[in-house]
């Protein structure tokens, strides 16, 4: 199989977005999971719930939604043209939102698990020291969760880069900037072109395979991303 003749652009840019969308899912999943690791009732569990709901709902769905809210006469529209920044319909930005939303359960649960595992007895330590709370989760909750922050990276990246409803519903596909690979095998099969079709999917499978690998290495068996109920 000649793989110097593949359009690499897509597998590009399906790589770029699950690498900026794992990195926004940690720095806003990794709060989400530890408050609600910290709370309880009501009110963690309609959190949770929302959190929870890309892993129920068809991506079309999420995706249709989407597509409301940043129309021009939708509130994130309007908000985005009103800041001068244009529409993020078809374009990257409007990607990365969609996919942090598509993915957000796998990353804060896996952390939400570890941190509720972790309890708090090493949390009453550290305060007892005099340790104020954001050095207490640095240095100690961070270091002691680690792998399950590798975990749901791994996750996230993975679920980012499969994704194809939300894409299509709210990017199009757009060359260089909203044409990933999930896109592009689509549209290759659409023109009965299966050979090029093929070498994009054998990408992804191989990259796929590489990103299971590393979940199962960092104790992805024991941290599976469910349903809240």
Not at 214 to 229: A, D, E, L, T, W
């Amino acid at each position: 199989m000649d793989f110097l003749t593949i359009d690499w652009q897509p597998i590009y840019l399906s790589l770029k977005l699950a690498f900026v969308s794992t990195l926004v899912l940690l720095i806003i999943g990794t709060p989400i999971a530890w408050k609600l690791s910290q709370t309880d009732g009501w009110l963690k569990h309609f959190v949770s719930t929302i959190v929870a709901l890309p892993l129920v709902l068809p991506p079309t769905v999420i995706g249709f939604y989407l597509l409301i809210l940043m129309s021009p006469n939708g509130w994130l529209g309007q908000f985005t043209q009103a800041l001068g920044l244009g529409s993020l319909l078809f374009s990257f930005s409007g990607l990365v939102i969609g996919s942090v939303i598509y993915s957000l359960p796998f990353v804060v649960q896996p952390l939400q698990n570890a941190f509720e595992t972790l309890g708090n007895k090493p949390l009453e330590t550290a305060y007892s020291l005099g340790a104020k709370p954001i050095d207490t989760f640095f240095s100690i909750v961070a270091p002691m969760c680690r792998r399950s922050f590798i975990t749901a990276a791994v996750l996230g990246f993975a679920h980012t880069l499969g994704e194809f409803g939300v894409i299509l519903m709210i990017g199009g596909s757009v060359p260089g900037e909203t044409r990933v690979a999930s896109i592009a095998i689509y549209e290759q099969v659409e023109m009965l072109n299966y050979a090029d079709a093929h070498k994009l999917a054998l990408i992804i499978i191989l990259i796929s395979i590489v990103l299971i690998l590393i979940s199962y290495r960092f104790g992805y068996q024991k941290m599976m991303v469910k349903p809240n109920h």
